[in-house]
């Protein structure tokens, strides 16, 4: 779906529940609550594919000012340090952008979701605390500058950009950062997320329109899109569906960690598999097993 600004990931999956009328539905990765875009969200027997869904790339459009620090490093948080970013050339800021580009160590923003000692860091942060959360390898594959203005009678710079990057990866920490390698400090100011994996903006819908008609995207048709496809005999879809080891996946470009949506010959969706080590007589290469059932008379069913 498309998160509307103001709504937290929580508020919108509190609200399809009432639409679907289900406990039943989660989401795939937190978007804070100024941030717009896509979101996916779950429904029923589908969650249990979001935490494969969570560890995909995603692409944003973000606007980055240049010249203001904040608590949160984006505009919901108070400033806490101002300095005029008049003299940043457009020169100083490609080559800043050039260096928080690829495989970085990126120290995630202290207003994060991630938990320390079993409380969220943002949490600790707005309780009036302090936290120092460890640098970790993030991918940032593109950060692409469109426009660079000046704002605030020439006193601060706002940049937009847009960025592809691997899971785990704050927006708000490349704004951070750049600022402060340009000495001037820097925040999040807008943040749309335009794509999750193959999941994009084109099949998002509004919580209006999903008021008016509650369109979903079926199980069968979400795996294909997010996962390679192995097309199973009838009898290894019987196989599967009932715990049993099968010959292993051979798609190119796969390996043996990489889940693959199996698919019995009706078209429907029997679950995701993954290859394996030694196995025995049977199969003593390799064998495929199942990470998760959703074939008829499974758990999942």
């Not at 948080?77 to 101002?82: D, K, L, P, Q, R």
């Not at 704002?151 to 706002?158: F, N, S």
């Not at 335009?194 to 008609?213: I, K, W």
Request: net charge negative; aromatic share 4%; hydrophobic share 40%.
């Amino acid at each position: 779906m498309d998160k509307p600004q103001g709504w937290t990931s929580h508020d919108v999956v509190g609200r399809l529940r009432k639409l679907a009328g289900t406990r039943k539905v989660g989401h795939a990765g937190t978007l804070d609550p100024m941030a717009t875009g896509v979101l996916v969200v779950g429904i029923n027997k589908a969650t249990r594919l979001l935490t494969y869904i969570v560890g995909t790339s995603k692409t944003y459009e973000a606007t980055i000012r240049l010249g203001q620090s904040t608590v949160t490093d984006d505009a919901e948080g108070e400033i806490t340090a101002e300095t005029i970013a008049a003299a940043v050339t457009d020169e100083e800021i490609m080559a800043a952008v050039a260096d928080l580009t690829g495989d970085i160590m990126q120290v995630p923003s202290s207003v994060s979701a991630i938990k320390v000692n079993g409380e969220r860091s943002y949490a600790k942060v707005r309780a009036g605390g302090e936290v120092n959360l460890p640098a970790r390898p993030v991918t940032v594959s593109r950060f692409e500058v469109h426009a660079i203005r000046r704002e605030a009678g020439g006193k601060l710079r706002d940049v937009d950009v847009t960025v592809d990057c691997s899971s785990g990866t704050y927006i708000r920490a490349l704004a951070r950062d750049l600022g402060a390698a340009l000495g001037v400090g820097g925040h999040l100011t807008a943040l749309r997320r335009t794509c999750v994996g193959p999941y994009s903006l084109a099949q998002a819908a509004t919580l209006e329109q999903l008021a008016n008609d509650l369109q979903l995207l079926e199980l069968d048709d979400a795996a294909r899109a997010l996962f390679p496809v192995r097309e199973l005999s009838a009898e290894e879809a019987l196989d599967l569906s009932h715990g049993r080891r099968i010959p292993p996946t051979d798609i190119a470009g796969t390996d043996a960690r990489t889940p693959v949506a199996a698919f019995a010959p009706s078209g429907t969706l029997v679950g995701l598999l993954e290859n394996r080590g030694q196995a025995g007589a049977e199969f003593p290469a390799a064998y495929a097993k199942a990470l998760l059932v959703f074939a008829p008379g499974s758990e999942a069913a």
